[in-house]
């Protein structure tokens, strides 16, 4: 008996089920429609964010289906530039949605073929058909965090952004200053001494020159201006909030020597202060730190680390993986990493470190979630 048969049968539950896929776009969304028969799926066009006329198309697809009273709804989108809110909207609405993540959806190898939104659409709904009727690996979904989880992890972001903007204006100065052969730190004694500056041609540095370092360095004092107002944020949140319980996994992070507020505080509002892990699998394939062997026949090769995760994490891990074989070098961890790659070249003690990272991600899950301390590493404080 075939999928769509099964699904249609009267016997089925799910048999009195409306299907809806959403194909977002800035202008205009296409909703696929379907009663679990994969032949027979309708597409309609809305404009975007249009909540009314979504309800209005509903109406129209319950009636152009002949479903019953009670039917349920389902539908899915892929995560991206609209985030979450209509997941919370269509719920608000009883519909029961899910947001799949976009790069565990299977498309044909063909070196070309055709892409369209209504192709989307009617690919998504026929697959959330399968998903709903027991196919659960036919795509991934993603964990809908609460508005206050998703605003927590705002500062974080924010910060990181802000320090990535930095080192672009710091970059930029320096890379104006070789053009002159000329290789300072930028600080306020260097603007201090621009009109005195000679290049290595032995004139002066030109007018229009002077003007953009300047102007560039007033970009950077705006910047650390903007980032000690959000760590400032982040200190007064973690005082005011000191009975929840994120930020009692933040302090309770910060007693393993070597891990800061920067990194605690990332690590949970990221991952264990909200996401729900069963086992060490799934930590590590939400950081994006599992590897990924290419076994088929004689080949045998290992293409690195999937980096399918969150690179919020994925980044911090590794920096993190350092100090702790800095700060932490009589744990078991650090001493593994010192036997298998101590006397490696550079290139596998950078490889090395990604393993560690994995390792030391999951060890901080079962410290947080269990008590479990890593074996062998120093507490800050009993």
């Given amino acids: 008996m075939t999928t769509d048969t099964t699904l249609q049968s009267e016997d089925n539950p799910l048999s009195n089920v409306l299907y809806i896929s959403f194909e977002l776009s800035k202008k205009s969304w296409k909703l696929g429609f379907s009663d679990g028969d994969f032949e027979h799926i309708k597409i309609r066009e809305i404009s975007s964010r ?5 309800a209005k198309e509903v109406r129209w697809a319950e009636e152009y289906f002949d479903l019953a009273e009670d039917y349920e709804i389902r539908s899915c989108y892929e995560a991206g530039l609209d985030g979450f809110w ?3 909207v269509l719920g608000d609405l009883g519909i029961q949605n899910i947001v799949v993540d976009p790069a565990s959806i299977e498309v044909r190898r063909r070196k070309r073929r055709r892409k369209t939104d209504r192709l989307d659409a009617r690919r998504l709904v026929c697959q959330l058909i399968r998903y709903v009727g027991g196919d659960t690996r036919v795509w991934s979904v993603c964990q809908v965090p609460t508005r206050q989880d998703e605003d927590d992890r ?16 710091v ?4 890379g104006l200053l070789s053009t002159r052969g000329l290789y300072m730190e930028v600080n306020d004694e260097l603007i201090e001494s621009l009109d005195e500056l000679v290049g290595r041609d032995r004139a002066g540095l030109g007018n229009q020159l002077k003007r953009e370092i300047r102007r560039e360095y007033e970009r950077i004092q705006m910047v650390d201006q903007h980032i000690k ?8 949140q973690i005082k005011q909030r000191r009975d929840d319980e994120k930020i009692k996994k933040v302090k309770f992070l910060e007693m393993l020597h070597g891990i800061g507020e920067d990194s605690a505080w990332l690590l949970v ?4 202060g909200w996401r729900q892990f069963d086992n060490r699998g799934q930590v590590g394939s939400y950081s994006g730190l599992t590897p990924t062997p290419h076994d088929t026949g004689q080949s045998r090769r290992e ?14 891990m590794v920096q993190l993986a350092w100090l702790w074989l800095q700060y932490q070098p009589d744990s078991e961890l650090s001493q593994w990493y010192q036997r298998r790659f101590g006397d490696a070249s550079r290139r596998q003690k950078r490889v090395g470190i990604v393993a560690l990272a994995r390792k030391l ?6 410290f947080v979630e269990d008590g479990e301390v890593p074996n062998g590493a120093v507490l800050t404080q009993s």
């Fill in 171 to 174: 970059n930029r100065i320096k």
């Fill in 303 to 316: 293409q690195g680390i999937c980096k399918a995760g969150n690179k919020w994490v994925r980044g911090r």
């Fill in 86 to 88: 209509l997941h919370r």
């Fill in 154 to 169: 705002r500062i974080e972001r924010e910060l990181k952004r802000l320090k990535n903007e930095r080192t672009q204006h």
């Fill in 50 to 54: 249009d909540i009314e006329q979504l």
């Fill in 361 to 366: 991600l999951v060890r901080l899950w079962r």
């Fill in 229 to 236: 107002a959000v760590e400032k944020e982040r200190a007064h």
């Fill in 269 to 272: 509002m990221e991952m264990f």
